[in-house]
């Protein structure tokens, strides 16, 4: 079982839809988790970090952290066309810097 | 204040050969993670380097070795390619060794190894 569990998509939503993207983890002892963006042929982009439980939100986005089924959410609100991109989450221990990814979801908003 | 940057942006490498990638951090950082990317798979952790050494390693083998200067800025080496490092090398930098450790990204270096 991997780690970090993300379902690969692709995602296909209109303009405006929330946007519910998900992950698993396995790792009860995993304390951050972590949105990255990545365009094509680009560096991800980190978003918001998350640590232990409970709800972050930044503008049009909100993450939330479910320990008890260890599931991790990522919702766009109004998405846009420019929100098309990869989007990876990872976690990483409360010692050490070292982050795992999923796979990565992706996501095509269309106009 | 510029980001992450990295060197090359693409290289093409015979297999066999030996291959430096380059890192400067984000100013003010002083933590270096690298990172493989294969197509369509997220980034994998090959080791991270602070205060000039190797503070934590992943699953890679000996032929990944990497470097840390006292500018902070780092190095990647792999010897003897291999078909199977092609990949998008990513380098990470984030400050310091306590958490919520974020990690900002460069634009990756693309290797194609033939």
């Known amino acids: 079982q991997k780690e970090v569990e993300q379902d690969p998509g692709p995602l296909s939503v209109p303009e405006g839809a929330i946007v519910s993207l998900n992950c698993t983890y396995s790792n009860s002892a995993f304390q951050y988790f972590m949105w990255y963006r990545q365009y094509s042929r680009k560096g991800p982009e980190l978003l918001m970090y998350t640590y232990s439980s409970g709800n972050k939100e930044d503008g049009r986005f909100t993450a939330q952290v479910d320990k008890s089924s260890k599931y991790i959410s990522l919702f766009i609100r109004d998405s846009q066309p420019s929100d098309s991109a990869t989007y990876l989450c990872a976690r990483s221990m409360e010692y050490g810097n070292k982050l795992v990814f999923g796979a990565g979801t992706i996501l095509r908003v269309k106009s | 204040d510029a980001g992450v940057t990295q060197s090359p942006t693409h290289l093409i490498k015979t297999r066999g050969q030996q291959v430096t990638l380059r890192c400067s951090p984000k100013s003010g950082h002083d933590t270096v993670s690298w990172y493989q990317q294969a197509l369509g798979q997220g980034p994998q952790f090959i080791f991270q380097y602070y205060e000039e050494e190797e503070r934590q390693r992943g699953n890679f083998p000996d032929r990944f070795s990497g470097h840390q200067f006292p500018n902070y800025s780092s190095e990647l080496n792999v010897n003897a390619l291999l078909l199977g490092d092609s990949a998008l090398y990513l380098c990470?930098?984030?400050?310091?060794?306590?958490?919520?450790?974020?990690?900002?990204f460069g634009p990756g270096t693309r290797l194609t190894v033939t």
């Open positions: 990470a930098s984030s400050w310091g060794q306590e958490p919520p450790y974020e990690q900002y």
